[in-house]
């Protein structure tokens, strides 16, 4: 069974960039979609992004400005990043396995954006 | 973007009972929906994908149905474990989207 985990900074400064990766242990990462969705605290859940294992991408455009996804198959990772952040970027970051229909989840990782 | 608008925002109510959460999308959807549900300080579980299919493992008291539009989650009979709030998503269209929410609390 597939497992994901995300790591990174839980504290960002603002104007800085937000960097976070997701391990995929139990299962390749190679012949998969891969998301990253974030929930402000108390808030709903937003979309950022997905990057099949090829490296092929797509962003949501509120944030394809900032966005960057990059898959790393040797190390079975792949990464987020987010420039320019703001304190509306503060969040509960989820990496998952799956572009259209996430079905397996990360924990999640709580971000906060402050100086 | 297409919006997607759950009703109601919350509800209430007895273990055993018939419970029913509606999402409708802005624009038709075909079945391109899912379903949701999150229990507090826990990562989303999917439960139900095109709309009426339920992801293995899910217990059959969950059901979806729906198309086009409108879209029906119902639990058939509420269990304690079941309190969470629940998200549809459309993939019908980039930027996927979701529903604000629904927390279901037991009465």
């Known amino acids: 069974q597939v497992q994901l985990q995300e790591s990174g900074p839980g504290l960002v400064k603002p104007s800085e960039t937000l960097s976070l990766t997701c391990t995929v242990s139990?299962?390749?990462?190679?012949?998969?979609?891969w998301s990253w969705i974030r929930q402000p605290p108390g808030k709903g859940l937003e979309w950022i992004g997905y990057?099949?294992?090829?490296?092929?991408?797509n962003y949501n455009p509120s944030l394809k400005s900032r966005v960057t996804l990059s898959v790393d198959t040797s190390k079975n990772q792949f990464s987020l990043k987010l420039s320019s952040v703001t304190a509306a970027d503060t969040a509960v970051y989820y990496c998952?396995?799956?572009?259209?229909?996430?079905?397996?989840w990360g924990q999640g990782t709580l971000v906060t954006v402050s100086s | 973007d297409i919006q997607m608008t759950q009703s109601p925002s919350s509800l209430s109510a007895s273990v055993g009972d018939r419970v029913t959460i509606t999402c409708q999308a802005s624009?038709?959807?075909?079945?391109?929906l899912n379903w949701y549900q999150q229990k507090p300080g826990k990562a989303p579980k999917l439960l139900i994908h095109?709309?009426?299919n339920l992801e293995t493992g899910v217990p059959s008291r969950f059901s979806g149905s729906g198309s086009g539009a409108d879209f029906i989650f119902t639990i058939s009979s509420l269990q304690p474990e079941d309190i969470a709030t629940y998200y549809c998503?459309?993939?019908?269209?980039?930027?996927?989207?979701f529903g604000q929410g629904t927390k279901l609390e037991i009465k």
């Open positions: 998503q459309q993939y019908y269209n980039l930027p996927y989207t």
């Open positions: 624009q038709d959807i075909s079945n391109y």
């Open positions: 139990g299962g390749s990462i190679s012949s998969h979609y």
């Open positions: 990057i099949y294992y090829s490296g092929s991408t």
């Open positions: 095109d709309a009426s």
């Open positions: 998952a396995r799956g572009g259209s229909t996430p079905a397996s």
